[in-house]
């Protein structure tokens, strides 16, 4: 008999722990089970399975407690190797999360600890029988068939064959079997060449290849080829059997980097992103397990997948904020992917133009290998022009297309070249205010104001989703004299560029045209194919793009992201910048930018426009050192949630004074309500995290405390 020591799937966060059952066959650790807890049927993931001569009742008895056998083991193999099972645990100490909820982020949906919903989708097969069988003419030429193809799947035979694949299965010349269903995923293979290295490129290969250090920090500007170098170091793990994986931010960069990977490693390439369904995700993840896969583009949860052989990563702008999940557990895909690089002793290649400060200054001090690359493989960075629209609003022009940007846009659409327009922030007007009483119209649902959509002729509420019509009568002060509209999105800017330039072509790509499956793909590769003149969008147009017939890119309001009030704001803006500006004239054309601003002499601004990072990465840090805020500390957010706003807030008061030692305490805040939730956010900062999580440990394991509707987020992105 065995017994076993498992983790429960279980809401409850308090019974984080194992619990002892017994089991008459062996079930090796990181396989499911079935067990009864409670008067629940749960899954179960099993931590270790110990062999013993006693019986039950002397286990029992030896234990103290009654047991139960767990009713089926449910995976005939582990699905968490040993390498991840450590790294779910190492996740579970430092984001302070359960066990569960770390296994459950590191599996597709298909095969996470509770899904029962998720089949796994089989398909039928049939292969020739050693049978010997008499067949008709007609029989015997679909048997050849099967025969000729090794096997084939029954539905295509049925197709091809009708009156003869049933018959050829009873009469035993055939087997039929069940296989899970492969090949959802079809990744269109690009034909880009493989380019000659300039010598700024060979020489970072041969530093990050020549070195025994596991982390690179790699900062080079936008175009300065960093890809191409991502792909000769993929070439060269390949080369001695070893695997890849390339982590990406979001899908919109995806198609591009997809193409350029594709064309280089073709069929041993999967792709692993949130568009893809459950099923196309559990199929990756079964090409990587079975080693069909040996190349991995995907964004954060790619992390996990099931390699075993790990000869490079790469974490291609590093930066960007979608690497951190937002929900429990809350961890930063860096830290995993490092976790992974020291396990399999492979290199981790972080790569961006804006470093986020906390790699910075790791790279500064030699924690990471700092490597700079400061030039342009064409030699050639975009001429910049600032419009502060303080003045030219003044002067009387447009508050959304200054007469520069207007000008330069007839220039280049006459030219033939391409632009891009950015503007982060999606919709037709920002908000509608009461005329009477001057209150915005908020969501009913969240404390936020909504935008109004002229697609839909709704008001929506980017945080919730929520939408509904416009109101007749304001529901703050119940006057009926209507509404006036602040603000614009990329809905009026598609309509403004429209009633300028009425025959340039116009794509526009931000969170409104994008929901559909491959809709990002396609209209990327319209614009590719110079099917449009514009491109208008929000931040999912800023990265990663490399078209080389874009040589204008206005960016409007481009200092929006400097009004909100979180300690990275000026990072953000300064990031999206950067990358916007790095779109323009990455080809043979050289390339302009024309950035509207209301802040000019912003330091994020100005370095930004000056594509220079050291001088803003040394102002920042003045400005971080003086609000000790991280680099220099550290900081736990730790937020209480409750549909009733005074328990939220007792709750976050009780935590407060539980927490002493050597940090601080910043709260209790009040927070926006979203969902229909109040939420209230104490912070704890200092220099000792490991003191920080000891604190919250043990408030949580005191077992004193609900624990429900508790967020814990270390090393939060964004306190706003
Ligand atoms: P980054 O990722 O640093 O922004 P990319 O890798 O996208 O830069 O390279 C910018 C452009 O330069 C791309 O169009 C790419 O095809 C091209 N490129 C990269 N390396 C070379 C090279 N060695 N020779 C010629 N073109 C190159
Ligand atoms: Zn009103
Ligand atoms: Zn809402």
Redesign the pocket.
């Known amino acids: 008999m065995y017994i076993l020591s498992c983790w429960i799937e279980h809401p409850v966060r308090s019974l984080d722990r194992t619990f002892t059952y017994l089991s008459n066959t062996e079930v090796p650790r990181g396989c499911r089970v079935q067990v009864v807890f409670g008067m629940k049927t749960l899954t179960g993931f099993v931590d270790s399975c110990i062999a013993t001569d006693e019986t039950a009742e002397e286990i029992e008895q030896r234990l103290n407690m009654k047991l139960r056998f767990i009713d089926q083991a449910i995976d005939p193999q582990p699905l968490i190797t040993d390498e991840l099972y450590e790294l779910a645990m190492r996740m579970r100490e430092t984001t302070l999360s359960t066990a569960i909820s770390c296994f459950s982020a590191m599996l597709p949906a298909k095969v996470k600890p509770g899904s029962t919903k998720h089949r796994i989708v089989m398909e039928r097969w049939v292969s020739v029988s050693e049978n010997e069988v008499s067949l008709t003419p007609k029989q015997l030429e679909a048997y050849m068939y099967v025969r000729e193809h090794g096997s084939v799947l029954y539905s295509e035979l049925r197709k091809k064959y009708p009156n003869q694949a049933r018959s050829l299965i009873s009469l035993n010349a055939l087997n039929l079997f069940e296989k899970e269903k492969t090949g959802s995923v079809v990744i269109s293979a690009g034909t880009?060449a493989k380019?000659?290295?300039?010598a700024l490129?060979q020489k970072v290969i041969d530093e990050i290849t020549q070195s025994d250090d596991t982390v690179f920090l790699l900062r080079?500007?936008?175009?300065?080829?960093?890809?191409?170098?991502y792909l000769r170091l993929a070439e060269k793990a390949l080369d001695e059997g070893r695997q890849v994986l390339i982590l990406v931010p979001e899908i919109a960069l995806t198609p591009q980097m997809i193409e350029r990977v594709s064309s280089r490693f073709g069929a041993t390439l999967a792709i692993y992103h949130s568009g893809l369904s459950a099923q196309e995700k559990y199929e990756q993840y079964r090409m990587v397990m079975n080693q069909e896969a040996r190349v991995v583009v995907g964004t954060r949860s790619a992390v996990f997948l099931p390699f075993d052989n790990l000869g490079l990563i790469v974490m291609?702008e590093e930066h960007d904020t979608s690497y951190k999940q937002d929900s429990q557990p809350c961890y930063h895909c860096r830290d995993a992917a490092l976790f992974r690089a020291q396990y399999h002793h492979c290199p981790l290649v972080l790569a961006s133009?804006t470093p986020t400060l906390e790699s910075y200054a790791r790279g500064l001090k030699n924690v990471y290998h700092l490597i700079v690359?400061n030039e342009?493989?064409?030699q050639s960075m975009p001429v910049v022009h600032i419009v502060p629209m303080k003045e030219s609003i003044r002067r009387g022009e447009s508050y959304i297309i200054s007469d520069l940007l207007k000008e330069k846009i007839s220039e280049r659409l006459e030219k033939k070249e391409q632009i891009i327009l950015l503007l982060n922030r999606r919709g037709y007007h920002a908000r509608l205010k009461c005329r009477s009483c001057q209150e915005a119209i908020r969501c009913p649902h969240c404390d936020l104001a909504m935008s109004w959509h002229r697609d839909t002729g709704l008001l929506k509420c980017h945080t919730c989703g929520h939408e509904m019509k416009v109101m007749k009568v304001c529901p703050s002060c119940g006057s009926t004299a209507g509404f006036t509209a602040y603000g614009f999105g990329t809905e009026k800017l598609e309509h403004e560029i429209e009633t300028l330039f009425p025959k340039a072509r116009i794509l526009r790509m931000d969170a409104d045209t994008t929901s559909r499956k491959n809709s990002h793909e396609r209209i990327l590769k319209s614009f590719a194919s110079k099917e449009a003149d514009i491109l208008l969008g929000t931040q999912m147009i800023a990265k990663?793009l490399?078209f080389?017939n874009v040589t204008l890119v206005g960016i409007i309001n481009g200092d929006d992201g400097l009004a909100r009030t979180d300690f990275r704001s000026a990072e953000t803006a300064f990031d999206l910048l950067m990358q916007a500006c790095?779109r323009s004239g990455?080809?043979e054309k050289e390339g302009e930018v024309v950035c509207q601003v209301f802040n000019p002499d912003h330091y994020a601004v100005r370095s930004a426009l000056n594509q220079d990072y050291e001088t803003f990465f040394a102002n920042e840090m003045r400005f971080r050192h003086a609000g000790q805020y991280p680099p220099y500390t550290y900081m736990i957010a730790v937020t209480f949630s409750d549909v009733k706003e005074e328990n939220a807030m007792q709750r976050a008061l009780q935590f407060m004074q539980r927490m002493k030692g050597n940090f601080k305490t910043i709260g209790v805040i009040s927070l926006l309500k979203i969902h229909d939730l109040c939420r209230c956010r104490v912070i704890l900062k200092g220099k000792d995290l490991d003191e920080m999580r000891k604190a919250v440990r043990e408030y949580m394991e005191s077992g004193e405390f609900s624990l429900k509707g508790l967020r814990i987020d270390v090393n939060p992105m964004y306190l706003d």
Do not use: C, F, H, Y
């Not at 380019?195 to 300039?198: A, T």
């Not at 080079?220 to 170098?229: A, D, L």
């Open positions: 880009s380019p000659e290295l300039s490129q080079g500007v936008t175009g300065s080829g960093k890809t191409e170098i291609d133009a690359m342009r493989i064409n990663g490399d080389e790095g990455r080809g």
